[in-house]
């Protein structure tokens, strides 16, 4: 159950495979993950953490609401 909050890129991408998305594969200039049609842009590894309005936005654009993320 990861929190809802500042979170670290890596276990950002753990969670999202849990979530059934695939990747992250590169392009542009951000790695993105993939779940059927659904496209979600990662950030790029730097020192610190994702911060929690970031990761409002990235579960938005998953189509994952806060209950389901905090059960995943």
Do not use: C, S
Not at 44 to 69: F, Y
Request: aromatic residues 6%; without cysteine; charged residues 25%.
């Amino acid at each position: 159950m990861p929190p809802y909050g500042p979170i670290q890129r890596r276990r950002l991408i753990r969670t999202l495979r849990k979530a059934g998305f695939e990747g992250p594969f590169a392009g542009g200039r951000h790695q993105h993950m993939v779940r059927g049609a659904v496209r979600v842009d990662i950030p790029n590894p730097h020192g610190g953490d994702i911060g929690r309005g970031l990761l409002a936005v990235i579960l938005q654009q998953a189509g994952i609401t806060r209950e389901e993320w905090e059960n995943l």
